[in-house]
């Protein structure tokens, strides 16, 4: 029975990838241990490694926008269909996330979505940073720059008049607390000189203004994104918490805080710690955080969708708020006063301890943390909604060999709106690793396949960005203080990664007047274009066209009473 079942969770420093769905070798081991009585352990080669575990789907994008003749969106149609790969994994969410989160950042009166996923004989697919997002982002981020250019507006300045409001609904019922981009936008664009003309677009490795006759042609794209701060629902539907702290004060002023959440890099238990403290008015080094054991810590859903800091952190501050309380009854008691009136009289945080435990017993509490819910009237809303969305905005500045095709990422500056930043390092490492992340996928990473056998099953064939390769980052944090987030605090984790790849590919476009709408940006495609461009035809390179895909019958819903409605304009 699950009761005799003990986890400890080892420090596996990455999420996603081989770390989602149970492995059937994984299983394998567990069984293999209890038939033998010994520790059994299974190495995958780098190349199994290639063929298991799950990475992005690839997704086919059909994008149809209506707009005035301003450019104020009135309607949005989007249609996806994903190469699952052989197996199910989070297919489903997955591709209900391709189309859920089009709303959260722009105001969107109408909308309709039709997603697809197929299994096919390659390695299945699942979820990776920014679960679902990043491809549908890719897509309406460069098509909202081709409205801008094609009518002639400051693309920086024309998404601006049409972001999402604070304490609103969405077209298809997702709820949005606060929302930072406009200064995200702001930021960025008087950081970088996007938009100004006569600014100085240098190419930091030449240190030189480029100019019309040079084979390098220099340009800045921007680009916007949003993601949800833990998924409302779990993955497994009950009315269980998805999130519990138990907190423990000792005799001698150390406070235990034990949760069943997993640091896998992004410095959660740090927060957890951060949190305890700040609420207790005590020094982070006199909190411990014993994680991720589950005969001594409660459940927790587990670290995905940037998640942890919310749910795991509100479960925190509701264990120690009472603790406090106690503690502050207990001194004010000696003092014969009432805690809220004199902080004049003060106690050492153990002689307080001391007392509280003395008068109320034992010190320890817990607490726990369910999502509100907010999940539409339709089927699929469950996906996508969250206590809170986080934003987005990034400029790249790119340089473009117009004889070899090569691109280099020279500079990016990105905003991020993660609520209020617990701690400003970890949100910055967070925002870094994202920009790392999204340019790989924009220049370089791709899964190719032939006869059904994968072409660059290793780390020296499978082309990732190297620290060479890293462009130098300029990172601007916006706080915004989000009512449903300890202290205020939003998701920094995935989100961030969003707006790095269509950013990359409008500033190509900047650069040198073409369009790469598929990615890999690689340097074939960037000739070829320039090529189709020399020859006077569409300078373009991506899907050619989008099957008549056999989509169900949609669903029809109407819209929450707060959500953008198109207006009839006079005249």
Not at 50 to 56: A, E, L, P, V
Request: proline letters at 7%; one cysteine or more.
């Amino acid at each position: 029975p699950a009761s005799r079942i003990r986890v400890v969770a080892a420090a596996i420093g990455g999420g996603f990838g081989g770390k989602t769905d149970p492995f059937s070798h994984e299983i394998v081991a567990c069984k293999l241990a209890m038939l033998t009585g010994r520790p059994v352990k299974i190495n995958l080669t780098r190349e199994e490694v290639f063929y298991c575990h799950r990475g992005r789907h690839p997704v086919l994008m059909w994008v149809k926008m209506g707009v005035r003749n301003d450019g104020e969106p009135t309607a949005l149609h989007f249609r996806t269909i994903l190469d699952g790969g052989a197996y199910g994994s989070y297919g489903v969410a997955s591709t209900y996330y391709t189309g859920a989160l089009q709303t959260v950042t722009y105001k969107i009166p109408a909308y309709k979505f039709e997603g697809m996923r197929l299994f096919t004989n390659k390695p299945p697919c699942g979820p990776k940073r920014g679960h679902g997002t990043p491809q549908p982002r890719f897509a309406l981020e460069i098509h909202l720059d081709k409205i801008a250019r094609h009518l002639n507006l400051n693309p920086a300045a024309y998404r601006k008049r049409f972001i999402v409001d604070d304490n609103t609904k969405t077209v298809n019922h997702l709820t949005i607390t606060t929302c930072g981009l406009a200064e995200c936008i702001d930021q960025v664009v008087a950081a970088s000189g996007f938009g100004n003309e006569k600014r100085e677009t240098r190419n930091d490795s030449q240190s030189q203004i480029t100019n019309h006759k040079s084979k390098i042609k220099t340009g800045l794209g921007l680009a916007c994104g949003s993601y949800l701060s833990g998924a409302g629902l779990p993955i497994y539907w009950n009315q269980m918490p998805h999130s519990g702290v138990i907190v423990k004060i000792d005799r001698g002023g150390g406070v235990a805080v034990f949760c069943g959440s997993t640091d896998i890099g992004q410095g959660s238990t740090s927060l957890l710690a951060y949190i305890a403290a700040e609420e207790f008015g005590i020094d982070v080094r006199d909190v411990r955080v014993i994680t991720a054991d589950t005969d001594l810590t409660p459940v927790d859903l587990g670290s995905y969708s940037s998640r942890v800091t919310v749910m795991t952190g509100n479960a925190c501050i509701q264990a120690v708020r009472p603790l406090k309380q106690k503690i502050l009854d207990a001194a004010a008691e000696k003092f014969e006063i009432i805690c809220e009136d004199d902080d004049a009289r003060r106690l050492k945080w153990v002689d307080a301890v001391v007392l509280a435990e003395a008068k109320f017993g034992t010190l320890s509490g817990t607490g726990s943390y369910k999502p509100p819910k907010r999940a539409g009237p339709y089927k699929g809303s469950g996906v996508g909604v969250t206590p809170s969305y986080s934003y987005a905005a990034c400029v790249a500045q790119v340089s473009v060999d117009t004889e070899t095709g090569e691109v280099k990422v020279e500079k990016i500056w990105l905003a991020h709106d993660g609520g209020r930043a617990l701690n400003p390092i970890l949100v910055e490492g967070q925002v870094e690793g994202s920009v790392y992340m999204g340019v790989g996928e924009a220049l370089m990473e791709e899964m190719t396949y032939r006869g059904g056998l994968h072409k660059a099953p290793s780390l020296l064939d499978y082309k990732s960005l190297t620290m060479r390769d890293m462009p130098s980052v300029e990172t601007i944090l916006v706080e915004t203080n989000d009512p449903e987030g300890p202290f205020g605090a939003k998701e920094a984790g995935q989100g961030p990664l969003l707006p790095v790849p269509p950013a990359i590919a409008n500033a190509i476009y900047d650069a040198i007047g073409v369009r790469i709408d598929e990615t890999p940006i690689t340097p074939d495609k960037i000739l070829k274009a320039l090529e189709e461009k020399d020859k006077g035809r569409a300078p373009r390179v991506g899907p050619k066209n989008f099957p008549n895909a056999p989509y169900p019958e949609p669903i029809h819903v109407e819209p929450p009473e707060n959500a953008p409605r198109l207006e009839r304009k006079k005249g």
